[in-house]
């Protein structure tokens, strides 16, 4: 796990569990290296989509209503953030859903 996403999880929570963050890491692959990829824009409701449809069902066993409802509250947490990373709104809405255990 790169100290890199622990550091920036860390600017929005105190504990980094560093197995769920690996987790994400390995979910995720090959999609953190592209330029544009590996951020998320919460603007765009496509891509909230996708992060409900995709990591929140999938990994999380969310339904949509509760997914989109924590990925919401993160993109408000992260608001100041211009630039939100992949790997961090995927652990915090892991958090905020008290979903983490099923990362490890």
Known sequence: MSDDYAADIRKYTAKVDDQAVAAIVKFCGIALRGADSKWVSMTDDAEVQRVVNGF?????????????????????????????????????????????????
């Open 56 to 104: 929140c069902a999938k990994k999380l066993d969310l339904d949509p209503k509760t997914a989109e409802a924590a990925v919401k509250a993160v993109g408000e947490k992260m608001k100041a953030d211009k630039t939100k990373h992949r790997v961090t709104v995927y652990y915090l809405v892991a958090e905020h859903t008290g979903t983490l255990g099923k990362l490890a």
